[in-house]
Structures are given as C-alpha cells and as structure tokens.
C-alpha cells in the first residue's frame, strides 16, 4: 500500500471514495461554477490562437490601466530578445495601488495578514499606498535611482510586499531572496546583481523560535563592495547590530520620508525584478522580468485560472513570497487585480496542524494556491485535522510547483475542496513568469495529475530529443513555441548564457523549458520532471551542481555527487555521494559537518537527505561523474549500461555499500 492511501487509511470510508473516483479519471467543470466563471466558452482558445499577439495586446489594454498605451505589440527583430509593448508606458505600483484607490476601492483589505503568535493585521490599499509612496522617498533620499538593483531578505511581513512596490514604484528593480536562503546565498545574489541597497529584518519567527537575521547579514555583508545601505525592518524587536553611515531603521526613515511620491511611469521593457533560480551550473540564474509584459501575464492569469471575483473572493496564495509563486501571485497579480488576500507568516505545523484551515475558515478564504508537498504532509496528518474545520467558503483549489499524484489531488478534491471545488494544477516556472499550462475552472475537464492543456495565447509543444518534431502520443522536451508577455528578457548580465541555456537546441525562437513531458490522447500535457540537473525539493528548485559544491567546502571532503531521488513526502529528496579525503573516516559527525555546511551555504532546506560514502564515483574515461548510474543505484534500479566508465569496479563497491545501508536500516 502506498503512503498516501496508508493515511486517508484512517478514514476508510474516504479511502474508498478515493479509489472509486480514481477510476472515472474525469471531471468536468461544476455547472454552477461554469455558469458564474469569468471565462466559460472555449472559443477563447481559437481566438488567441488566431491572433496570439493581437490577443495578448488587447487583454493587456482591458486589465491594465497604461498611462501611455502602447501601439506595438511584439518586437521580435532580434530573438531571443524579444520586446512587448514597446511603446507604452505604466508603472507597476501605480497598477496594484493607485488604481484602486482612486476608484475608491482604497479601504478594501490588500491582506489579512496573520503572525505566527496570532497576531492579526489588516493592510488595506489606502495603507499599502501610504507606505509604499514613503518608502519610495526614503529609497531615493538614500540614493537609490532608477535601474539601481535593491535586493530584499525578508520574511513573509507584509513590509515585504511594500518594498518591492516601493521599488517598482521608482524604477529600481528588486531582488528578492527567499528567507530560508542563509545569509552566504544571499551576499553572492547581492554580488552578482551588484546591488545598491539591501531591506532586510531584525529577527525572523520561525516555529516560536527567533533567528538573528541582521547578526547572520552584517557577518556576510560587508565585503560587497556595491552596498551602501541596509534598512532595518523591525519586526521581532530583538537587539541587532547596526552600522554607522550604511543601516538604517525602516520604520525612521518612513517617519522622516515625504508622504507623496507620484508614480513615474516606465517604459514597458523597463525592468521590473531579478529573481535567482537554479540551473545546471553551481552559479545561479538571475532571471530577469520586465515591467508592461510581467503585469500582463500575471494579471490575466491571476484572474482567468483562478475566476478571481475581487468584490467576492479571499484569495490565498501559501507560496513564500521569496519564489517566484509569490512574486506572481502574492504581490504583483492579486494587487493588480484589487483582490483580498491571506497572507500567513508561519509555517504549516505551528501553533497546530490545523492552522492553515483555522485561517481558511476564520477569513472565509474562497481560493486556495498550494504546493503539492504541503498537501502530501496533510494527507500523512490525517483528514481529520481539516475535517474539523468549516471549509464550506471554499470554490477553487489550486496547485504548483511539482507534478501532484493523482491520490494527492484526489484528497485535496475531496477532503479539502469538499468535492465542490475544481482543481487548478497549474505548471510555469520562474523563467515564464507567469502560469503556462493549465485548465480554465469554468471550461476544462480536468484529470487529476495532469495540468490539461496551454492557457490560450501560449503554444506548447512535447518534442522529440533529436529533431525537436512534436510527438503526438507519448514522452518528449516541453518546448513553448513562442513568445509571451510575461515571459524573461533574459539572465542577469549574462546574454550568452540565457541564448545558450534556453535557445540553442532547436533555435532562438524556440524556448526550451528543461521539462519532460507526455501527452496523452486528448493532448493533455503530464509534465514529468527536469531533464537538466535541477532537483526539486518540495517544490523548492536546487541545482546539483550548487550543493556539490557546497559539500566539498567541507574541510574532510574530497569529492560529492548529488543526485534527486524520489521522495514520497518532498517530491525529491538530495542524495549525496561523497568521498573523503585520505586519512578522514565516514562518522555521524563528518554527517553532521556536511549537512551543516551545506545549510550555512545555501540554507537548510537543501541539506541532503541522505549521504553515501563512497571510496571513488563511477567517471567516464573523461573524468565527468556518471549521475545516471548514482540514481539507478540510488533508486535499486537495474543498473544502464557501465561500460564507458573508467573503472567499472567503483559500481560494484557502490552496490555494496547500498546493500549494506538497507541491511542497516531493517
Ligand atoms: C516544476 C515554480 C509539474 C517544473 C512556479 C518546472 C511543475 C519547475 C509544475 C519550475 C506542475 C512547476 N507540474 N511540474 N504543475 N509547476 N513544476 O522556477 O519542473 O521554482 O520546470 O517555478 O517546477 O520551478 P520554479
């Protein structure tokens, strides 16, 4: 029996509810949810497709508020480089705030924001455009300019979406590193963006505990050479150390700032944020987006895939706001379309288990965003933690970030959505900024694991490996076939590598997503994972790369191999192959050292699970490390094809070892 139905175990009569559904497969829209949707008539997809660019134009007059509108669609002159909306002008703040505020829509909630001790804030607009305008003068009077790179290390505090409006509002373009980064990953971000400014905290809550942000900040900060100020968030009102000429308190210079600061209006392509993600290599990508195009995608996708009612819904979106789930769908898509949202500062186990439906149920959420990992978790609590709550506000459930298993999906169905909601499995990354594919809720028949088909003006493709022709029925590379609005202008300062990454397989008009997929009969997309070297960790993208070097800072290491590993609870897990240096033996300590150094680089999320001693790595005779064979091994899979190694004995040793570790662990 498999994990999951092990849990639902505990309820039997849901369990054989599950099993009874998982054979119709199908679902249809609701025919009152169809009847009320935003969206309810598939024509939708043959208009885009007609004309995507003309489509994407249009919409983005009718959602945006453009102070110059642009006459131009998509410049495509130079591809990869493409351009939208060249000609108009808009500034994002002035897109999520004023806007509303001025249609008098100023008092309405922007968050329900609850702290991990219970306190609760409620932000309206009219708050968030005060803030923001002051904070948008303090930047200035500390020199912050247009184009200037601001990065923020904050926790999920609603100060974290007013400092990235506060940004967006002067033309300065945010940085923003998750908070369960540590300190180190956030100085090489900081580095490599060349940041001017720096918004992080005193003291960050987690679980009832408080972690010295700024004491962990000031230790890495100081050899960035490009900084010249750090502004103070205080938020837990711990004791922090501060620098004379370069930290500031944020709550004293909003004091001090001049309350009015009008919205400039960008130029379309201005660029909005840099967001870091992980690729092949242990350098990190920066994403870049830009401003017109960003809020289009965002702001179309918010409210078609989730039929956002903003007079109605209570939108919550549980991503961090430090990923590009949040960026998109925290801050710039539900504040651009007025929307109310949840924002929960703590994690899913603390104070309780069933604190994220004691909020559902306190706020009367309507919609709820979801990683499939945190749904797994749920599932292993048992459903009768949500079972005790009053989820009857809920109409549309949501999922992102890693493919969900048909049971998972089949939970959240019944258990969280009470069999009433329609399921959004929706699949993007950081890189299309905005969702790609996915069902519309009041059009698609859904199937639980699949995230159905392309949102209309976006040209989705399974291909083959070799001459990257579409594959009608069965496992291929995801491509987009072309562009979209919201899609990245490119990686930080490095041209050639955002050609060569996404670009270079089957051409520059062809963007290659490092996913593999299948399609089924009716052209349904299943997307199964990452081709390249990302793993993803509960939703959480890592680059092997980036942990392998990470372990092999620690002093006794000689040589890691990391490799993802299916994981019932977090999707995939890290595996770690590591050799040490002569003289130094394999002890739980060394174990220990690992893991925290990994945690210190990178954060602690990506330690690795699990940690393999190896006396030498399978290599070819070229000296590259063979991972295909580590997770055949890894997995207890029969092992490929071993003869290109430099030393096919290393693989039996390996096999030895592992046989060894599972008669350890029985
Ligand atoms: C994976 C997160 C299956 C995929 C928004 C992608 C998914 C990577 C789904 C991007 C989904 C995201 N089904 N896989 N619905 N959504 N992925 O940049 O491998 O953090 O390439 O963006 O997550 O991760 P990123």
């Not at 670009?503 to 349904?524: E, K, M, Q, T």
Request: charged share 25%.
């Amino acid at each position: 029996m498999s994990t999951d139905a092990g849990a639902a175990g505990a309820d039997s009569s849901i369990e054989r509810e599950l099993e009874r559904m998982l054979e119709i497969e199908k679902f249809p829209p609701p025919a009152g949810f169809s009847a009320s949707a935003n969206w309810s008539d598939p024509a939708i997809y043959e208009e885009a497709a007609t004309d995507p660019v003309g489509w994407w134009t249009e919409r983005s007059k009718k959602l945006l508020d453009w102070d110059v509108e642009p006459t131009a669609g998509l410049n495509d002159s130079d591809p990869p480089f493409y351009k939208w909306f060249e000609d108009g002008r808009i500034n994002a703040s002035a897109q999520c705030l004023d806007r509303h505020v001025a249609a008098g829509r100023g008092e309405r909630v922007a968050y329900h924001w609850r702290g991990e001790q219970g306190e609760r804030r409620d932000i309206t607009y009219a708050d968030l455009y005060r803030d923001v305008q002051r904070l948008a003068n303090a930047l200035k009077g500390l020199g912050v300019r247009k184009g200037d790179v601001v990065g923020i290390y904050l926790p999920m505090i609603p100060e974290v979406a007013v400092s990235m409006l506060a940004c967006a509002r002067i033309g300065a373009v945010h940085n923003v590193v998750f908070g369960g980064f540590s300190a180190e990953a956030v100085r090489e971000r900081m580095e490599f963006a060349e940041a001017k400014a720096l918004i992080t905290v005193d003291g960050a809550r987690r679980k009832g505990k408080t972690a010295p942000i700024k004491e962990q900040v000031d230790e890495q900060m100081g050899g960035v050479g490009s900084l010249a100020t750090i502004v103070v968030v205080r938020s837990t009102g711990i004791e922090c150390p501060m620098t004379e000429g370069r930290d500031v308190f944020y709550d004293e210079v909003m004091e001090a700032a001049d309350p009015e600061c009008p919205a400039e209006p960008m130029e379309a392509e201005h660029p909005l944020f840099i967001l870091y993600t992980s690729g092949s290599t242990a350098k990190p990508k920066g994403i870049l987006h830009t401003t017109g195009g960003y809020l289009t995608g965002v702001t179309a996708t918010h409210k078609y895939v989730f039929d956002l009612k903003p007079d109605e819904d209570i939108w919550w979106c549980a991503a961090d706001v430090g990923w590009v789930t949040g960026h998109s769908y925290i801050v710039y898509g539900p504040l651009a379309n007025g929307a109310t949202s949840v924002m929960w500062e703590g994690a899913p186990d603390y104070p309780h288990q069933g604190i994220w439906w004691e909020i559902a149920q306190d706020y009367k959420a309507t919609i709820i965003y979801a990683a499939p990992t945190a749904i797994r978790t749920f599932i292993k609590w048992g459903a009768e933690i949500p079972e005790k709550y009053d989820l009857s506000s809920l109409r549309l459930l949501g999922t992102v970030g890693e493919p969900i298993n048909p049971k998972a999906w089949l939970w959240y169905h019944q258990v969280i959505g009470g069999g009433r909601c329609p399921i959004v499995d929706t699949w993007w990354q950081t890189e299309t900024g905005a969702i790609m594919i996915t069902p519309l809720p009041g059009i698609t028949v859904t199937k639980p694991g699949s995230a159905t088909t392309a949102f209309p003006g976006v040209s989705a493709e399974v291909v083959d490996e070799r001459e990257g022709k579409p594959v009608e029925e069965g496992q291929g590379l995801l491509m987009l076939e072309q562009p979209w609005p919201s899609m990245l202008r490119t990686l930080y300062k490095e041209d050639d590598r955002f050609v060569e990454t996404y670009f270079s397989r089957f051409g520059r008009d062809r963007y290659l997503v490092g996913d593999a997929a299948r399609r089924d009969r009716d052209g349904y997309f299943w997307v199964i994972g990452r081709i390249d070297d990302v793993v993803n960790v509960s939703g959480h993208r890592l680059s092997t790369a980036e942990v392998e070097s990470a372990i092999v800072a620690h002093p006794d290491v000689a040589e890691a191999a990391v490799i993802g590993q299916s994981d019932e609870d977090t999707g995939q897990a890290i595996c770690a192959f590591v050799t040490l240096r002569g003289g130094n033996e394999p002890s739980e300590e060394v174990e220990e050292g690992i893991r925290d150094t990994v945690a210190t680089r990178i954060g602690k999320f990506a330690r690795p699970k699990r940690i393999v001693w190896a006396d030498d790595l399978p290599k070819t005779r070229s000296g590259k490390i063979m991972r295909r064979l580590l997770r055949d091994i890894a997995e207890g899979r029969a092992l490929g094809d071993v003869t290109t190694l430099r030393d096919p004995g290393v693989m039996q040793e390996l096999e030895a070892k592992i046989a060894e570790e599972a008669a350890d662990e029985s």
